[in-house]
């Protein structure tokens, strides 16, 4: 299984998994030209793409959905209350297939896991995709450490594993009292401390790497999320980030 972030963080989101001639897309955050620029950067079509597979309704992560459709053919999976927010801003569109949180989806020999997440969108999930005997967890706008997320990532090989925010920059920084409340409310965001401890603590020596992901461009930085990270420690192999652009292969 090999895995791409096209883009993560707060300013777009995109990930890219491939196993056994079978390639999907997880969000839309990004303009189609660059995804398919990324993709064609490490050989690959983003036209031989199954199926674009949206997490939640938020605009980083569904505002290009119709356009990944309408340009490249790709069918749009999405839950009932995600389909109800941001259908109507994906433009025309003739191939939407909705499907119900903690649902499985499958596609060739590659299966999704769907996680209900108590994240501040309509109808929100985390995934793990599930080929070959590998387990890779796409576990980003999470809300907060929720019942049940500890055993999904002991059970992972791979991890891309939100990291959001610190919490002195987020207190310090720019944003008004309410969206301070918001991000690091039950239905917001987690911390790079919270990120830590949920990997240290449930990550089995099965996890060969962690990506940080959706760090937020104002309240993190990428050397913050990873410092956090290798104090706090866990039985990962490998720690890296990504920020907003990077294309490299992930492989397991």
């Known amino acids: 299984m090999n895995a791409i972030a096209l883009q993560s963080g707060s300013g777009g989101n995109c990930i ?8 999907l897309l997880f969000d839309a955050g990004v303009s189609g030209v660059k995804a398919a620029e990324r993709l064609a950067a490490v050989g690959r079509d983003i036209r031989n793409v ?13 505002r290009c959905a119709g356009i990944y459709q309408r340009k490249f053919g790709l069918p749009i999976y999405a839950t009932d209350g995600t389909l109800t927010v941001a259908e109507p801003r994906f433009g025309v569109v003739n ?6 949180a903690g649902a499985t989806l499958r596609f060739n020999g590659l299966a999704v896991e769907t996680i209900p997440t108590p994240h501040d969108g309509a109808d929100g999930v ?8 590998k387990r890779l967890g796409i576990l980003t706008d999470l809300g907060h450490v929720f019942d049940g997320l500890a055993p999904v990532v002991k059970k992972l090989h791979g991890v891309f594993m939100e990291s959001n925010y610190d919490p002195k920059m987020l207190e310090t920084g720019p944003y008004p009292r309410y969206l301070k409340d918001r991000i690091r409310g039950p239905g917001g965001h987690i911390s790079n401390e919270e990120s830590a401890d949920l990997l240290a603590g449930a990550a089995s020596a099965r996890l060969k ?11 993190n930085t990428p050397a913050k999320a990873l410092r956090t ?3 706090i420690g866990g039985t990962y192999r490998r720690c890296v980030t990504r920020y907003t652009d990077a294309a490299d292969l992930l492989e397991l």
């Open 95 to 100: 191939d939407v297939r909705p499907f119900k």
């Open 209 to 219: 790497w962690a990506c940080l992901a959706h760090l937020s461009q104002n309240n």
């Open 229 to 231: 990270h290798r104090r």
């Open 16 to 23: 890219y998994v491939e196993c056994g001639g079978t390639a």
């Open 50 to 62: 199954s199926a674009l597979i949206l997490s939640h309704d938020h605009s980083d992560h569904v």
């Open 126 to 133: 985390a995934f793990v995709v599930n080929a070959k005997r």
